[in-house]
């Protein structure tokens, strides 16, 4: 799903009102995919209850009440502004729907009565028009609102476009949003949805058409995508049933040191999981004699040492493997000390310049101890930092990297002509060609010793098979994420996901990529 700000979302709709699109039937069509939506998607046996304000987010879920009022649905709006919309009040009276104005912020208690169990609540008070404050007598009456729907695990609330109160730039949330289960967004995901705190009310990210199709043909501006459904399901490698294990790529692997032994079995094993044919593993005598008998599916190459690191002289060992790999990647759990810059300066100086290359981790920052590293690199290449590391290689304080994301992540990906993976909540993902994708999940699951690790894997065995460095990078960060979505939900905790569990859910990850909408 394509992302906007609230200015290229207002120009979208006015090039698309203009080549015949009208205002009018965007927001029949919004309203009508929004009942649609909810018809296929929840159940709705104890009814819909609107929230509805006096601009157009109001008038979308007016008409999409009418909707299923027609439909013989049990269904009330809740008036909370005084509202401009009387010929859309007059369809919905007129196909059965009943009305209560709660605007003075009185008779609350017909609110409270159609609270019942199971009912879903639209939220349709506010969408893109809203900037904070505020301002009374709507914070007054939303205050009210809140407060009745605070804690109320038994109600669905379904945002129309956004939560109400959400400013949909920034990702600033007013005192009165109200967290919601799902948020239908029309035509675009607004970018504010998908910055802190508004993630976090927002709910899953669902998609309306309104009638205009892809919107990036109102624009000329080059438009981020949100990572669902619709941008991963072509990116999987083929498998041929005639293929075999050299059909799906040699992934080399050159992780770990003593003190880090699982980083090189989570970057292994995750590159098994996505499907590799083979992994191979470079390692130092240590983690070698640690993982062998665990890692059984690798083949090994073992790399001398100094005191449980890379010999600087090390690399003669693996030439022939940097050779026949379809893919490298290098950096998890190598730790940072001078016998490691030593021996990355001599194996970018070795690689093949067409096998695509992946660099993580503790190579991120020995990176920053070469030259014009990123002349080193090959075409193929994938970076992926976390904001400290980041912060190490542009020399920028993690704060600022953090509050402005995107940007230094775009900047950066083109200065250095590589795929940069920004990880973290809602990771980025700048591509060495422009393009920008954002992933939607920000779950605490993620956040563990070794996820990094397997994200790696993931990412490196994708490409290893024949993916695009950027494609791999899309695609494995959904998958890596959704893996820890679905490891949470069996754990029935984020508190107790461990990046093992995090291995055994990639292939429901990988199940529901392939099936399912996001
Ligand atoms: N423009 C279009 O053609 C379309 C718009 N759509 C919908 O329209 C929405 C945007 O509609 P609008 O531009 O009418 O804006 P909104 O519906 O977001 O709300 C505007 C209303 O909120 C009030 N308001 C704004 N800031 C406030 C504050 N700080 N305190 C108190 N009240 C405040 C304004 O006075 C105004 O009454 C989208 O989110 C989407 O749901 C969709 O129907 C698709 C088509
Ligand atoms: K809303």
């Given at each position: 799903?394509?992302?906007?700000?609230?200015?290229?979302?207002?120009?979208?709709?006015?090039?698309?009102?203009?080549?015949?699109?009208?205002?009018?039937?965007?927001?029949?069509?919004?309203?009508?995919?929004?009942?649609?939506?909810?018809?296929?998607?929840?159940?709705?046996?104890?009814?819909?209850?609107?929230?509805?304000?006096?601009?157009?987010?109001?008038?979308?879920?007016?008409?999409?009440?009418?909707?299923?009022?027609?439909?013989?649905?049990?269904?009330?709006?809740?008036?909370?502004?005084?509202?401009?919309?009387?010929?859309?009040?007059?369809?919905?009276?007129?196909?059965?729907?009943?009305?209560?104005?709660?605007?003075?912020?009185?008779?609350?208690?017909?609110?409270?009565?159609?609270?019942?169990?199971?009912?879903?609540?639209?939220?349709?008070?506010?969408?893109?028009?809203?900037?904070?404050?505020?301002?009374?007598?709507?914070?007054?009456?939303?205050?009210?609102?809140?407060?009745?729907?605070?804690?109320?695990?038994?109600?669905?609330?379904?945002?129309?476009?956004?939560?109400?109160?959400?400013?949909?730039?920034?990702?600033?949330?007013?005192?009165?949003?109200?967290?919601?289960?799902?948020?239908?967004?029309?035509?675009?995901?607004?970018?504010?949805?998908?910055?802190?705190?508004?993630?976090?009310?927002?709910?899953?990210?669902?998609?309306?058409?309104?009638?205009?199709?892809?919107?990036?043909?109102?624009?000329?501006?080059?438009?981020?995508?949100?990572?669902?459904?619709?941008?991963?399901?072509?990116?999987?490698?083929?498998?041929?049933?005639?293929?075999?294990?050299?059909?799906?790529?040699?992934?080399?692997?050159i992780a770990g040191s003593a003190p880090y032994v699982g980083a090189a079995?989570?970057?292994?094993?995750?590159?098994?999981?996505?499907?590799?044919?083979?992994?191979?593993?470079g390692v130092v005598r240590d983690v070698?004699?640690?993982?062998?008998?665990?890692?059984?599916?690798?083949?090994?190459?073992?790399i001398p040492d100094i005191e449980g690191v890379f010999d600087p002289d090390g690399l003669?060992?693996l030439?022939?493997?940097?050779?026949?790999?379809?893919?490298?990647?290098i950096g998890p759990g190598w730790g940072v000390n001078e016998s490691n810059i030593l021996f990355l300066t001599d194996l970018l100086?070795?690689?093949?310049?067409?096998?695509?290359?992946?660099i993580d981790a503790d190579a991120l920052k020995l990176l920053v101890n070469l030259?014009?590293w990123?002349?080193?690199?090959?075409?193929?290449?994938?970076?992926?930092?976390?904001?400290g590391e980041?912060?190490v290689l542009?020399?920028?304080?993690?704060?600022?990297?953090?509050?402005?994301?995107?940007?230094?992540?775009?900047?950066?990906?083109?200065?250095?002509?590589?795929?940069?993976?920004?990880?973290?909540?809602?990771?980025?993902?700048?591509?060495?060609?422009?393009?920008?994708?954002?992933?939607?999940?920000?779950?605490?699951?993620?956040?563990?010793?070794?996820?990094?690790d397997?994200?790696?894997?993931?990412?490196?065995?994708?490409?290893?098979?024949?993916?695009?460095?950027?494609?791999?990078?899309?695609?494995?960060?959904?998958?890596?994420?959704?893996?820890?979505?679905?490891?949470?939900?069996?754990?029935?905790?984020?508190?107790?996901?461990?990046?093992?569990?995090?291995?055994?859910?990639?292939?429901?990850?990988?199940?529901?990529?392939?099936?399912?909408?996001?």
């Amino acid at each position: 799903m394509k992302i906007v700000s609230v200015e290229q979302m207002k120009a979208i709709e006015r090039a698309a009102d203009a080549s015949g699109v009208s205002y009018e039937m965007m927001m029949k069509n919004a309203g009508r995919g929004i009942a649609n939506w909810i018809s296929r998607n929840v159940s709705h046996r104890q009814g819909v209850i609107g929230l509805v304000g006096a601009g157009n987010n109001g008038g979308d879920t007016l008409i999409a009440l009418t909707w299923m009022a027609k439909w013989g649905l049990r269904t009330q709006a809740f008036l909370v502004k005084e509202n401009g919309n009387d010929a859309l009040l007059d369809d919905y009276l007129s196909s059965g729907g009943a009305v209560v104005d709660i605007s003075r912020n009185d008779r609350l208690d017909f609110f409270d009565a159609a609270l019942i169990p199971g009912v879903v609540v639209l939220d349709g008070i506010l969408g893109t028009g809203f900037r904070l404050p505020l301002r009374r007598p709507l914070h007054d009456v939303m205050v009210n609102i809140h407060k009745r729907l605070e804690n109320r695990s038994d109600l669905l609330i379904i945002a129309v476009d956004c939560p109400s109160g959400v400013d949909c730039d920034t990702g600033e949330v007013s005192v009165a949003t109200i967290p919601a289960a799902y948020t239908l967004t029309m035509a675009a995901m607004k970018q504010g949805l998908l910055s802190h705190p508004a993630r976090s009310f927002a709910g899953d990210l669902h998609y309306i058409d309104i009638g205009i199709g892809d919107p990036s043909i109102y624009t000329k501006d080059g438009l981020s995508e949100m990572i669902d459904h619709s941008v991963i399901r072509d990116l999987f490698p083929r498998r041929p049933d005639s293929g075999h294990k050299g059909t799906f790529g040699t992934c080399l692997m050159i992780a770990g040191s003593a003190p880090y032994v699982g980083a090189a079995y989570f970057a292994g094993k995750a590159a098994y999981r996505m499907g590799c044919g083979l992994v191979h593993m470079g390692v130092v005598r240590d983690v070698h004699r640690l993982l062998a008998g665990r890692l059984l599916e690798a083949v090994w190459t073992v790399i001398p040492d100094i005191e449980g690191v890379f010999d600087p002289d090390g690399l003669q060992v693996l030439l022939s493997a940097l050779q026949s790999a379809t893919a490298i990647a290098i950096g998890p759990g190598w730790g940072v000390n001078e016998s490691n810059i030593l021996f990355l300066t001599d194996l970018l100086q070795h690689l093949p310049p067409s096998t695509p290359l992946l660099i993580d981790a503790d190579a991120l920052k020995l990176l920053v101890n070469l030259k014009q590293w990123w002349s080193l690199l090959p075409d193929q290449v994938v970076l992926t930092p976390h904001p400290g590391e980041m912060s190490v290689l542009t020399r920028l304080k993690t704060s600022e990297i953090q509050s402005n994301r995107w940007e230094i992540a775009s900047e950066y990906a083109k200065l250095w002509r590589v795929n940069l993976v920004l990880k973290g909540a809602l990771t980025v993902i700048a591509c060495a060609n422009g393009k920008m994708f954002i992933n939607p999940v920000s779950d605490p699951a993620l956040a563990t010793a070794g996820s990094g690790d397997v994200l790696t894997g993931v990412i490196g065995g994708l490409m290893a098979q024949g993916v695009s460095a950027a494609h791999a990078s899309v695609l494995g960060v959904w998958i890596h994420a959704n893996s820890g979505k679905i490891a949470r939900i069996n754990c029935k905790t984020d508190m107790s996901v461990t990046a093992l569990d995090l291995l055994d859910y990639l292939p429901g990850a990988i199940v529901k990529a392939k099936e399912a909408g996001y």
